[in-house]
């Protein structure tokens, strides 16, 4: 027994350093727009949004944007898709994700800024500090518990952003993505 637990560990910090690799890798950066990327992102779960959820995007302007327009689309659907799969259950009343579109200025440095917000159950604080981590899920039925790791990690290691999360039990969960503008 203690030599498949010793295995599967080393299983799992095998995926953790090939998920951190792919992450970082070289992808390919083209000329597009945030606005259009958050459509294909949304697009992609128009059939499963017939759950009486409704997601509205509010962006003011078009957000040109010099970038690997793959691994945002991925990072976009892994965050939908984590609400689709967990944000709502068993909460009958109107379900919405709010995606929101804007620029914003940290250390002297020009971001884009996508804030993803839901009504949903929240996340509790026993688990708000693990989402990012590689595994962690609060249902295993449902997921492995590699999206949000997926997301963070090329935020953070390949876009060379940012990513934070707010959430409060009962009222819903507020994801934040700052993408550096440069390079565009």
Same mark, same amino acid.
């Given at each position: 027994?203690?030599?498949?637990?010793?295995?599967?560990?080393?299983?799992?910090?095998?995926?953790?350093?090939?998920?951190?690799?792919?992450?970082?890798?070289?992808?390919?950066?083209?000329?597009? +727009?945030?606005?259009?990327i958050?459509?294909?992102?949304?697009? /992609? =779960?128009?059939?499963?949004?017939?759950? $009486?959820?409704? !997601?509205?995007?509010?962006?003011?302007?078009?957000?040109?944007?010099?970038?690997?327009?793959?691994?945002?689309?991925?990072?976009?659907?892994?965050?939908?898709?984590n609400?689709?799969?967990?944000?709502?259950?068993?909460?009958?009343?109107e379900?919405?994700?709010?995606?929101?579109?804007?620029?914003?200025?940290?250390?002297?440095?020009a971001?884009?800024?996508?804030?993803?917000?839901?009504? +949903?159950?929240?996340?509790?604080?026993?688990?708000?500090?693990? /989402? =990012?981590?590689?595994?962690?899920?609060? $249902?295993?039925? !449902?997921?492995?518990?590699?999206?949000?790791?997926?997301?963070?990690?090329?935020?953070?290691?390949?876009?060379?952003?940012?990513?934070?999360?707010?959430?409060?039990?009962?009222?819903?969960?507020?994801?934040?993505?700052?993408?550096?503008?440069?390079?565009?």
């Amino acid at each position: 027994m203690q030599s498949s637990q010793k295995s599967l560990n080393t299983a799992r910090k095998s995926i953790i350093i090939t998920l951190k690799k792919v992450s970082i890798s070289k992808h390919t950066n083209q000329k597009t +727009s945030l606005n259009e990327i958050i459509y294909v992102a949304c697009n /992609i =779960f128009h059939w499963k949004l017939v759950k $009486n959820i409704k !997601i509205n995007i509010e962006a003011p302007e078009k957000y040109p944007l010099h970038c690997d327009q793959n691994l945002l689309i991925q990072c976009f659907s892994n965050l939908i898709l984590n609400v689709l799969s967990y944000a709502f259950l068993g909460r009958d009343e109107e379900r919405n994700i709010d995606i929101l579109l804007s620029k914003t200025i940290k250390n002297e440095e020009a971001f884009y800024q996508v804030v993803f917000k839901d009504n +949903s159950i929240g996340i509790s604080k026993d688990n708000i500090d693990k /989402i =990012f981590d590689p595994f962690h899920t609060s $249902n295993r039925q !449902i997921g492995a518990g590699l999206g949000l790791s997926i997301v963070y990690n090329a935020m953070k290691f390949s876009l060379h952003g940012d990513i934070s999360v707010q959430s409060q039990l009962g009222e819903g969960t507020r994801f934040t993505l700052d993408i550096p503008i440069k390079g565009r």
